[in-house]
């Protein structure tokens, strides 16, 4: 009796086997679904051995095209403070049985001239990671197509990012003091939340009257980026009449 060879599914070109289209949208479903992936593998800026200059000066056909994967098509950092940083990844899967040479151009943007590396030679069923750096000097809405090259063969994805000032988030604007009838405490206290929504952490310093009637603490701290600090609002009253003031909170 002969034995019928069950098929071997593969998710890299392996001996004969290659990896079929469903299983290359399989792993491709599954690339997606995370936010954000940063490779950390690189490979060598360009091809060195004659196999890879071989490789890297064929002309790719549509068929073998399907068998690369890059992405995302699209990167939107969202709100990124100026003069920071922020870093997301444009990754490329080779599964044909050759090498590919990309290369990823950002050197018309100054908002880009952080990312690296600008070229890889991506070995067989190896993925690489390109870590694309945003950083603004000055407050604007940015997007731009940043072009890519297969093997010489031009492609496109989008950037883009709204660079913001620095900024914070008080949870009140307006605090309202009161003493309990039956106190006999000199002061009365209340929290204020200071939040940072940004990437970045962010530096505040409290600018206040000198009759210290109401004084901050900290006056001065760093909000880490996405968190949040309590600030003291102590009042010390300095007779029968009502004490307005305006702190002013600088960051």
Not at 72 to 91: A, D, E, L
Not at 228 to 251: A, C, R, Y
Request: glycine share 4%; with cysteine.
């Amino acid at each position: 009796m002969v034995q019928e060879v069950e098929p071997l599914y593969v998710e890299k070109p392996v001996g004969k086997y290659e990896p079929t289209n469903a299983s290359l949208k399989r792993i491709r479903a599954r690339k997606d679904q995370v936010v954000n992936r940063i490779v950390k593998k690189k490979f060598k800026a360009e091809p060195m051995t004659q196999a890879e200059v071989k490789d890297c000066n064929i002309e790719l056909t549509g068929e073998q095209l399907q068998k690369i994967t890059a992405g995302p098509q699209r990167i939107n950092y969202k709100q990124v403070f100026v003069k920071s940083s922020s870093t997301q990844g444009f990754n490329i899967s080779n599964d044909l049985r050759q090498n590919i040479y990309v290369r990823v151009m950002f050197d018309q943007y100054p908002e880009l001239q952080q990312s690296s590396p600008l070229s890889q030679c991506i070995p067989p069923g190896q993925e690489a990671g390109f870590d694309i750096v945003f950083c603004s000097q000055k407050p604007k809405q940015f997007h731009a197509p940043i072009t890519y090259y297969i093997n010489d063969r031009p492609f496109t994805f989008l950037v883009t990012a709204a660079a913001e000032p620095v900024s914070l988030e008080l949870s009140k604007k307006v605090l309202k003091f009161n003493f309990n009838e039956e106190s006999m405490d000199m002061s009365v206290k209340q929290m204020l939340q200071v939040t940072n929504t940004g990437n970045a952490a962010a530096r505040f310093w409290w600018e206040h009257p000198c009759s210290n009637v109401f004084i901050p603490n900290p006056l001065e701290d760093i909000v880490p980026a996405g968190g949040s600090k309590q600030i003291q609002i102590v009042f010390n009253p300095t007779g029968p009449k009502n004490d307005d003031e305006v702190l002013t909170m600088h960051v």
